[in-house]
Nanobody
Framework: QVQLVESGGGLVQAGGSLRLSCAAS????????MGWFRQAPGKEREFVAA???????YYADSVKGRFTISRDNAKNTVYLQMNSLKPEDTAVYYC????????????WGQGTQVTVSA
């Protein structure tokens, strides 16, 4: 059974930093793309960042230069370092797995709340 458990969310002032972690279990993820998504109140879920098995990274324009995604395959963990946070970054952040780096994201975590105060 695949499980994704996010942690590291919280309340931070604008300009601050947080580091999210997503611990994965239940399969070998080294060939998968790992991604972060977020959903703000009243809005659709949106893509934030992704990292492939070969460590290629992709970012939404809104977070480029501020967020960094990384992964540790030995620990089955993906991270999202978030710097220079803005109030508009407030959302529930979810990690997800795209099996083999293709198609839909098949597995999702339960999410972690990030709140950025002005």
């Amino acid at each position: 059974q695949v499980q994704l458990v996010e942690s590291g969310g919280g309340l931070v002032q604008a300009g601050g930093s947080l580091r999210l972690s997503c611990a994965a279990s239940g399969r070998t993820f080294s060939s998968d793309t790992m991604g972060w998504f977020r959903q703000a109140p009243g809005k659709e879920r949106e893509f934030v960042a992704a990292i492939t098995w070969s460590a290629s990274t992709y970012y939404a324009d809104s977070v480029k230069g501020r967020f960094t995604i990384s992964r540790d395959n030995a620990k089955n963990t993906v991270y999202l370092q978030m710097n220079s946070l803005k109030p508009e970054d407030t959302a529930v952040y979810y990690c997800a797995v795209q099996r083999g780096g293709r198609g839909n994201y098949d597995y999702w975590g339960q999410g972690t709340q990030v709140t950025v105060s002005a």
